[in-house]
T-cell receptor, first 115, second 109 residues
Framework: DAGVTQSPTHLIKTRGQQVTLRCSPKSGHDTVSWYQQALGQGPQFIFQYYEEEERQRGNFPDRFSGHQFPNYSSELNVNALLLGDSALYLC??????????????FGPGTRLTVT | RKEVEQDPGPFNVPEGATVAFNCTYSNSASQSFFWYRQDCRKEPKLLMSVYSSGNEDGRFTAQLNRASQYISLLIRDSKLSDSATYLCVVSSGRRALTFGSGTRLQVQP
């Protein structure tokens, strides 16, 4: 049973550039959430995609955008990168109709460094 | 005030000790509660869901007090492999998880 996968694992960008991160959910899951984790902090919710639509969004600027594809995989795009965007970006998948209370399973993350 | 507050630690305990972590949350509409474990530079992994009746999974026991908006995690007979950061997590619906900043545990031989 394939778990959540993310690519790339590491990325170095310079200020002002744009970046795209990718996520494939766990087999059988239909919902993808993205989180940003700065060093020493807990993950912070960016947004969630279900049925190819953004369903909820956290307190992040419009520079952060995303997409979900028909196969449930997802992309996170960040434009006009700032130094403060350096973080571990985590993708989590879940199944909306599952009986368990909203458990989300995380991928290994993409570590983004902005210089 | 943060939505989910945890003591950052670190908690340094000897092998075999019992250790307890506490967490408070501010959103009374929160419906689901979890403990996640995160090893250094790895992704968070679900440790256990937390129910009002309390629940136990081996050496781990979680309790929820909705009236006080308080969640706890008890680890008995600590192992070296329990060393990690423990994240308290709440959710108010089928959407976002709200994480605390985590409590770091270091179990020493």
């Amino acid at each position: 049973d394939a778990g959540v996968t993310q690519s790339p694992t590491h990325l170095i960008k310079t200020r002002g550039q744009q970046v795209t991160l990718r996520c494939s959910p766990k087999s059988g899951h239909d919902t993808v959430s993205w989180y940003q984790q700065a060093l020493g902090q807990g993950p912070q919710f960016i947004f969630q995609y279900y049925e190819e639509e953004e369903r909820q969004r956290g307190n992040f600027p419009d520079r952060f955008s995303g997409h979900q594809f028909p196969n449930y995989s997802s992309e996170l795009n960040v434009n006009a990168l700032l130094l403060g965007d350096s973080a571990l970006y985590l993708c989590a998948s879940s199944l909306v109709l599952r009986g368990d209370p909203y458990e989300q399973y995380f991928g290994p993350g993409t570590r983004l460094t902005v210089t | 005030r943060k939505e989910v507050e945890q003591d950052p630690g670190p908690f340094n305990v000897p092998e075999g000790a019992t250790v307890a972590f506490n967490c408070t949350y501010s959103n009374s509409a929160s419906q689901s509660f979890f403990w996640y474990r995160q090893d250094c530079r790895k992704e968070p992994k679900l440790l256990m869901s937390v129910y009002s009746s309390g629940n136990e999974d081996g050496r781990f026991t979680a309790q929820l007090n909705r009236a006080s908006q308080y969640i706890s995690l008890l680890i008995r007979d600590s192992k070296l492999s329990d060393s990690a950061t423990y994240l308290c997590v709440v959710s108010s619906g089928r959407r976002a998880l709200t994480f605390g900043s985590g409590t770091r545990l270091q179990v020493q031989p």
